[in-house]
T-cell receptor, first 111, second 114 residues
Framework: ELKVEQNPLFLSMQEGKNYTIYCNYS?????LYWYRQDPGKSLESLFV?????AVKQEGRLMASLDTKARLSTLHITAAVHDLSATYFC???????????FGAGTRLTVKP | EADIYQTPRYLVIGTGKKITLECSQT?????MYWYQQDPGMELHLIHY???????EKGDLSSESTVSRIRTEHFPLTLESARPSHTSQYLC?????????????FGPGTRLLVL
C-alpha cells in the first residue's frame, strides 16, 4: 500500500529556533516534493528531490532525501514568523503514475 | 507565477444540484489533476488526466466526473451534490522538468452543500 506519513502534524516553535519535519513513505521512490500552503491559499512548490542523497536549500529551509531509508526531511533554521504555514511532502511512484501527499505539518512560529 | 485558474472560488449550493467546477491553465501542461482537501487536512487525488481525451480516477472514491476535450481545460462535474461533498477542491497541472514533475496549483474552489 502506498503511504506517506509526516510528523509532527502540528509544530509550534519560537523564532530563532531550529527544527526538522519528517516525511516517511512506504515503497521505494526517488521522486519527492515539498509544498507550502498558507492559510486559505493554494499550494506552492518548494523543492523537488530526485535522487538518493539529494539536498536542496532555499533561505532558511533545507530538504534532503534518503531513498534507502524512505525518508525525507525538511529542516528549518532560525525560524521566522513568515515561515508559519502548512508544509506537505508528496511522493511520486512513477511506475504506476501515482502521487500521494502526506497529511501536512502545520507550523506556527511565535515571536 | 503559474497560470492556473479555478472558478468559482466559492460556491454554496443545495443538495441534489448539478455543479461544474472549472479549471484552466495557460501553460500548455499535459497532465492535470483534481484534489479534494478538507480544511487543514491532506490532499486526496480524485481525478487526473495525461492529456486530451485521457482521464483516470484517483484514490478517493467520488461521485464526480471529469472531461479533457482541450489541453487547457479540465472541468469537474458533480451530478448531484450532497453535504458530504462540502470541501475545498484544488486543480493542478504539471510538466516534466529536470526528471521531476512539479505540480502547479490553482487557488481552489470552496464548496458548501446545504
Amino acid at each position: 500500500e502506498l503511504k506517506v506519513e509526516q510528523n509532527p502534524l502540528f509544530l509550534s516553535m519560537q523564532e530563532g529556533k531550529n527544527y526538522t519535519i519528517y516525511c516517511n513513505y512506504s515503497t521505494t521512490s526517488d521522486r519527492l516534493y515539498w509544498y507550502r500552503q498558507d492559510p486559505g491559499k493554494s499550494l506552492e512548490s518548494l523543492f523537488v528531490l530526485l535522487s538518493n542523497g539529494a539536498v536542496k536549500q532555499e533561505g532558511r529551509l533545507m530538504a534532503s532525501l534518503d531513498t534507502k531509508a524512505r525518508l525525507s526531511t525538511l529542516h528549518i533554521t532560525a525560524a521566522v514568523h513568515d515561515l508559519s504555514a502548512t508544509y506537505f511532502c508528496a511522493v511520486e511512484w512513477s511506475g504506476i503514475n501515482d502521487m500521494r501527499f502526506g497529511a501536512g505539518t502545520r507550523l506556527t512560529v511565535k515571536p | 507565477e503559474a497560470d492556473i485558474y479555478q472558478t468559482p472560488r466559492y460556491l454554496v449550493i443545495g443538495t441534489g444540484k448539478k455543479i461544474t467546477l472549472e479549471c484552466s491553465q495557460t501553460m500548455g501542461h499535459d497532465k492535470m489533476y483534481w484534489y479534494q482537501q478538507d480544511p487543514g487536512m491532506e490532499l486526496h487525488l480524485i481525478h487526473y488526466s495525461y492529456g486530451v481525451n485521457s482521464t483516470e480516477k484517483g484514490d478517493l472514491s467520488s461521485e464526480s466526473t471529469v472531461s479533457r476535450i482541450r489541453t487547457e481545460h479540465f472541468p469537474l462535474t458533480l451530478e448531484s451534490a450532497r453535504p458530504s461533498h462540502t470541501s475545498q477542491y484544488l486543480c493542478a497541472s504539471s510538466y516534466p522538468s529536470g526528471g521531476g514533475e512539479t505540480q502547479y496549483f490553482g487557488p481552489g474552489t470552496r464548496l458548501l452543500v446545504l
